[in-house]
């Protein structure tokens, strides 16, 4: 069965340190990959999606880039952290169309002080 | 631009009593509509989803959604809550066969035993 690993699960960072958030997913080929960003009150916002090895879309012009150096990895990193990047990360994967059945992780929260 | 609004930030009910979350999106052409859920403790997971069709969908554990086009609104229901509700809930649209999936803000459901 498909599963998806997301670590860590928390995180303290200092502002204008470097970031770097893993996701792997197992059980499944050639997966679309996501990374959200849950701001309190904000809901649920796509900042990346992948659709294979070394394609990233950007969706908010931000401070953070994402990678796929592999088919079932996706990373999330900055070089310089701000502290509006304070939020709860979550990576999630799906199959076929894109943004049709998305399966998430647990999730990081990312405090930045 | 697409959106969704959530209508409830927090609904509070007692056990047996019936569940209607507002879900309102804005976007012109064809749309998919999706509600997930995330239990506490939990990975936010899929609830249901339409596509096309019947317009009253039936998901897991006794809710179901209905699309009302006129309205651009998905609905969430369920007849008679139980504490096991208890959750954050999601309502997520899909614009078009390439959109991007759009999240409401969320609506915590706290059922009281």
Redesign the interface.
């Known amino acids: 069965s498909q599963t998806i690993h997301q670590w860590p699960a928390t995180l303290v960072q200092p502002v204008g340190s470097p970031l770097s958030l893993e996701c792997t997913v197992e059980g499944t080929s050639n997966p679309n990959l996501y990374w959200?960003r849950q701001a309190a009150?904000?809901?649920?916002?796509?900042l990346f999606?992948s659709v294979g090895i070394g394609q990233i879309s950007s969706?908010v012009p931000q401070n953070l880039s994402a990678s796929r150096p592999q088919d079932r990895q996706f990373i999330l990193s900055s070089k310089k952290l701000l502290l509006s990047d304070s939020g709860f990360y979550?990576c999630?994967w799906s199959v076929g169309?894109?943004?049709?059945?998305?399966?998430?992780?647990?999730g990081t929260q990312l405090s930045v002080l | 631009a697409q959106s969704?609004s959530?209508h409830n930030?927090h609904v509070i009910l007692s056990e047996a009593a019936s569940l209607e979350l507002g879900c309102n999106y804005s976007y012109g052409g064809t749309v998919?509509l999706f509600w997930?859920v995330q239990y506490p403790g939990q990975?936010?997971?899929?609830l249901l989803?339409y596509f096309s069709g019947d317009p009253l969908v039936k998901g897991i554990k006794g809710f179901e959604a209905e699309f009302i086009k006129s309205k651009f609104s998905f609905n969430l229901r369920k007849p008679s809550v139980q504490w096991s509700d208890t959750a954050e809930y999601?309502c997520?649209v899909?614009g078009g066969?390439?959109?991007?999936?759009?999240?409401?803000?969320?609506t915590k459901l706290s059922v009281k035993p």
Do not use: D, M, P, T
Request: charge should be positive; avoid cysteine.
């Open positions: 959200y009150g904000r809901g649920l916002q796509l999606y969706e979550l999630a169309s894109l943004n049709e059945k998305l399966f998430f992780g647990s | 969704v959530q930030h998919n997930y990975h936010l997971q899929l989803k999601f997520a899909k066969s390439q959109g991007n999936l759009i999240f409401g803000k969320g």
